[in-house]
Nanobody, 116 residues
Framework: QVQLVESGGGLVQPGGSLTLSCAVSGTSIFIADMNWYRQPPGKQRELVASVNTGGSRNYADSVKGRFTISRDFGKNTVSLQMNTLRPEDTAVYYC??????????WGQGTQVTVSS
């Protein structure tokens, strides 16, 4: 049973930083494509950042240069470092995993609010 548990969300002022973490159990992140999605209020869920099993990273244009996705194989976690946050980054952020079985797994989401 693959489980994803996000943490690290909260309220931050514009220009601030947050780091989200996704603890993965039931599969190794070494053999899974890992992604961070977000869903702003009233909008559809969108892909923010991804890292595949080969280590290649991709980012949405709106977060390039501000967000960094990384993996910690020892802890089996995936993080999203978010810098220079903007009000439009406000959303529920979801961790997403696609292991070799190609089954999609989602975390429960963590709220990020950027506001003064």
């Amino acid at each position: 049973q693959v489980q994803l548990v996000e943490s690290g969300g909260g309220l931050v002022q514009p220009g601030g930083s947050l780091t989200l973490s996704c603890a993965v159990s039931g599969t190794s992140i070494f053999i899974a494509d890992m992604n961070w999605y977000r869903q702003p209020p009233g909008k559809q869920r969108e892909l923010v950042a991804s890292v595949n099993t080969g280590g290649s990273r991709n980012y949405a244009d709106s977060v390039k240069g501000r967000f960094t996705i990384s993996r910690d194989f020892g802890k089996n976690t995936v993080s999203l470092q978010m810098n220079t946050l903007r009000p439009e980054d406000t959303a529920v952020y979801y961790c997403h995993a696609v292991p070799r079985t190609r089954v999609n797994y989602w975390g429960q989401g963590t709220q990020v609010t950027v506001s003064s």
